[in-house]
């Protein structure tokens, strides 16, 4: 799998749009960007993936640049229940191994 | 669907006991996983199972073993658990195996001391 780097913590408020974003220089042309959320005392949730472009869904947007060497995950109007981890995940077919999750970042959501 | 349930959420054991953690997914799916992660820390891979009837190791397997009893159950063991095995233990499960734009689904964790 790709090596993603993401920052470790940030910080904001409601309402306001929250951006995330993952550098992964030596992405594969193959490889697919995946993001996961991580509450408190709870396992990962899929967010989102994405291969080049935009994506939306009901929760967040993902950017990808045309060289695809970073993504940006863009969480609009977050409230406090958007705290969490939120991890970059970077491959596609590993074969016979499975998901590997970095640190994440970790979002602080304040009123 | 209750998705991926585990049991015990919450285990104290002292040095050397053994015990073992129980997943369970009601999806269906072909492909299951342990993971723990570590207090600040992403998450480890520990074994999974491709499908029914096979194991493989993953990145930290020293320590335990794994069982796929059927195609919905994949428990996890410790057999002489040490201080360094404590961690929050997460099982998860998937539709296609080792695919990363397969998603995860994963259960609520247990957390485990070791004294």
């Known amino acids: 799998l790709a090596k993603t780097t993401q920052p470790i913590s940030m910080d904001s408020y409601e309402g306001q749009e929250v951006n995330i974003t993952c550098s992964h220089n030596?992405?594969?042309?193959?490889?697919?960007i995946t993001w996961y959320q991580q509450f408190p005392s709870q396992g990962p949730r899929f967010i989102i993936q994405?291969?080049?472009t935009k994506v939306t869904n009901e929760v967040a947007s993902l950017f990808i640049p045309a060289d695809r060497k970073s993504s940006t995950l863009s969480l609009p109007r977050v409230s406090l229940s958007d705290t969490a981890v939120y991890y970059c995940?970077?491959?596609?077919?590993?074969?016979?191994?499975?998901?590997?999750f970095g640190s994440g970042t970790r979002l602080q959501v304040q009123p | 669907n209750a998705g991926v349930t585990q049991t015990p959420k919450f285990q104290v054991l002292k040095t050397g006991q053994s015990m073992t953690l129980q997943c369970a997914q009601d999806?269906?799916?072909?492909?299951m996983y342990w993971y723990r992660q570590d207090p600040g820390m992403g998450l480890r891979l520990i074994y999974y199972?491709?499908?029914?009837?096979?194991?493989d190791k993953g990145e930290v397997p020293n320590g335990y073993n794994v069982s796929r009893l059927n195609k919905r159950e994949f428990s996890l063991r410790l057999e002489s658990a040490a201080p360094s095995q404590t961690s929050v233990y997460f099982c998860?499960?998937?539709?296609?195996?080792?695919?990363?734009?397969?998603?995860?689904?994963f259960g609520p964790g247990t957390r485990l001391t070791v004294l």
């Open positions: 998860a499960s998937s539709e296609v195996e080792g695919v990363v734009t397969d998603t995860q689904y």
């Open positions: 030596n992405i594969a042309t193959n490889d697919y």
């Open positions: 994405g291969y080049k």
């Open positions: 995940l970077v491959g596609m077919d590993t074969g016979r191994r499975a998901l590997t």
């Open positions: 999806m269906n799916h072909n492909s």
């Open positions: 199972s491709a499908s029914e009837g096979t194991t």
